[in-house]
């Protein structure tokens, strides 16, 4: 990595600490769960798109959050990780909430997030892309990373050495940190993100359509990695279409509908369930 790639690596967490104070003075919440939103609400226009939904995310669990086209599922996701503001309610994470939530404040905070459609940019290397994501755990800001100080030094090198562990955890090969990610196949930038992800050490893992437009065999690897992930000790939130998916990868699960939550449980039971049957599948009773 150039020295200006890591200045600017550091400079962006200055920006994360200036707002850590937001988190440091976070009323606690009664509960150290990874995540829980009460009433959560989010309006466009004169539209509810979510609509006071109560969310819990345990340790250690898979808690698929599932709908028809449009309930909202995607907007939870951004307000939980303060791409949208909300209208009302609020969301605490590891205990801590905030008024003020914003997309770094909520990484420090440990919550972590993939996009439905996979986001690396231009020319970086896997390496490089990879260690965007690490910027919410830095300390030290800007001067720091101006001075090159050790400390900085230090963090930048734990850093690089993460990454390097977390590209092969996810499955890329030893040839991976110097490729061009977004050259890699679609499955394996899908990776890359995930350890983007990863390597802000998140607590709890929001992925929107993780296994989106993969083939079958793709599916199941990436299905295992997830539940490694859970078992490294990330809970995880998940949006996905697929039934059997679910089924297979998920503890409990949430229905969304119409923006409101209509069931929550384990996925035999809410997936058997008559509401669901005719709201989500369109089947009739
Ligand atoms: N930025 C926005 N501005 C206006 N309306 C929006 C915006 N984002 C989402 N919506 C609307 O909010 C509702 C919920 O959309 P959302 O994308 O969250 O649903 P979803 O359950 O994720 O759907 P899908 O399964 O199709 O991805 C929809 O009616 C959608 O049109």
């Known amino acids: 990595m150039t020295n200006a790639r890591a200045h ?40 509810t798109a979510v609509k006071q939904l109560d969310l819990d995310v345990q340790a250690h669990e898979i808690h698929a959050l599932i709908g028809p ?20 309610g609020q969301i605490w994470i590891n ?69 390097h562990r977390l590209i ?30 990863l390597i802000a050490r998140p607590r709890v893992l929001l992925l929107d359509e993780p296994l989106a437009g993969m083939n079958v065999s793709e599916k199941l690897e990436l299905c295992g990695l997830i539940r490694q992930i859970r078992e490294s000790g990330v809970a995880i939130l998940l949006i996905e279409h697929d039934m059997d998916v679910i089924r297979n990868l998920a503890d409990r699960v949430t229905v969304l509908h ?6 929550e449980g384990t996925p035999d039971a809410v997936l058997a369930h008559d509401d669901v049957q005719s709201a989500y599948l369109g089947k009739s009773r």
């Not at 600017?8 to 939103?37: E, I, N, Y």
């Not at 061009?180 to 350890?195: D, K, N, P, T």
């Not at 119409?258 to 069931?263: A, V, Y």
């Open 168 to 197: 092969e955890f996810v499955g890329l090969g030893a040839d991976a940190p110097a490729k061009q990610a977004s050259a890699l196949s679609y499955g394996h930038q899908r990776r890359v993100e995930l350890a983007r992800a």
């Open 8 to 47: 600017s690596l550091a400079m962006t967490v200055d920006t994360a600490h200036a707002h850590a104070d937001a988190v440091r003075t976070a009323t606690q919440g009664d509960v150290g769960l990874p995540l829980r939103a009460q009433g959560l609400t989010v309006t466009f226009g004169g539209l």
């Open 69 to 88: 086209n449009g309930a909202g599922k995607t907007t939870v996701v951004n307000a939980l990780s303060g791409f949208v503001r909300p209208a009302a």
């Open 258 to 263: 119409f923006g409101s939550k209509l069931i």
């Open 95 to 163: 205990g801590a909430s905030s008024p003020h939530w914003r997309s770094h404040t909520l990484a420090r905070a440990g919550l972590g997030r993939t996009f439905q459609n996979t986001r690396l940019f231009g020319s970086m290397s896997v390496l490089e892309t990879v260690l965007v994501g690490a910027h919410s755990r830095f300390g030290g800001g800007a001067l720091a990373a101006l001075l090159r100080t050790k400390k900085a030094r230090e963090q930048e090198h734990a850093a690089i050495a993460d990454a």
